[in-house]
């Protein structure tokens, strides 16, 4: 069950993020904008910083979940709804991914992420092109990983005018094109 105060903190401090740098962000601003007393705050955190770590280690959880789940078809390949999965899961959480994602907050986060992916796209890859190199099938990643970063970036900060299905469909696309280069 989820703690109605611990989801209004964080959803103010995510809302302050939008408009000041952490460093700006005082626990009673954040108080104030929760509608929480301090007490109820310090309760639950001992800092602003340690209610950014847990909005991220629950956005890290339920990625991680998203990825243990089966996404490929019967023939091994990419089932066609990880990607509207996937930009579903961006959608239900953007805000955050749009924080995670700026540059004024600088967390591992992505950079495991992104390593979770390879290990479930090489597993994939491999399967389907079992002549294919390793290196090859790495270089397909990083540049299928950047392209996916790029993509939600422009996607997050131009208003998401696409609905997920269409933003799925242009990462479907743009993966399928560049898989050529593994055959």
């Not at 491999?126 to 996607?155: E, H, M, Q, R």
Request: hydrophobic share 40%; proline share 2%; aromatic share 14%.
């Amino acid at each position: 069950m989820k703690n109605k105060n611990i989801e209004k903190i964080k959803s103010a401090l995510i809302a302050m993020l939008e408009t000041m740098p952490i460093d700006e962000i005082s626990a009673t601003m954040l108080c104030q904008q929760a509608e929480v007393n301090r007490a109820t705050f310090y309760y639950h955190y001992n800092s602003i910083q340690d209610v950014l770590t847990d909005i991220e280690a629950q956005v890290e959880r339920e990625f991680l979940h998203f990825l243990a789940q089966s996404t490929v078809d019967s023939n091994g390949a990419p089932a066609k709804n990880f990607y509207i999965m996937f930009f579903d899961f961006v959608a239900r959480n953007k805000n955050v991914c749009k924080l995670l994602l700026g540059s004024q907050y600088k967390s591992d986060f992505f950079n495991r992420a992104v390593e979770a992916g390879r290990s479930k796209v090489v597993t994939v890859m491999s399967t389907l092109y079992p002549n294919c190199p390793a290196s090859k099938i790495n270089y397909y990643y990083i540049f299928v990983s950047n392209g996916f970063l790029g993509l939600l970036n422009y996607w997050l900060n131009s208003g998401m005018h696409e609905t997920v299905e269409e933003i799925a469909e242009i990462g479907e696309q743009v993966s399928y094109m560049g898989v050529k280069y593994l055959m």
